[in-house]
């Protein structure tokens, strides 16, 4: 290869791999990984997107029940809760969608300490940190 075809080809090369390594997934193994309550600190559309300020918590239990509680001002009390059955299934969170027989899957992007970005449902990317 010439010296030029070989830049280009390394550059193509690095590209492709930072492109996976942004949007790799963290394989979960068991429930036990995520168990606790994790407070949403933001949703967003696109990881590196506007993030949007979020009150809820999930508490992922160790029965398989996951309740999602969420805060507004505007609701009697404050607050309301809601409890769907959730398995890990091929290193995927999926979550019973409550009334419904359908599935949310959720793919842990990162997960470092007690911070953990999931991927799924309805407002893309969600980020939490442990309680």
């Not at 609701?75 to 027989?101: H, M, Q, T, W, Y």
Request: glycine letters at 8%.
């Amino acid at each position: 290869m010439k010296p030029s075809t070989t830049i280009i080809f390394s550059i193509v090369l690095l590209l492709i791999l930072a492109t996976f390594n942004v949007n790799a997934e963290v394989t979960l193994n068991s429930p036990s990984e995520i168990l606790g309550t994790w407070k949403q600190e933001y949703s967003a559309p696109q990881i590196d997107g506007e993030k949007r300020p979020s009150k809820e918590t999930w508490e992922f239990r160790s029965d398989g029940m996951l309740t999602t509680t969420a805060y507004d001002k505007r609701l009697p009390g404050g607050s309301f809760s809601i409890s769907v059955k959730f398995e890990i299934k091929d290193g995927k969170i999926l979550a019973n969608e409550p009334g419904r027989s359908r599935k949310n899957t959720y793919v842990v992007v990162e997960k470092e300490g007690d911070a953990m970005i999931l991927h799924g449902g309805m407002d893309a990317f969600l980020f939490f940190n442990k309680q």
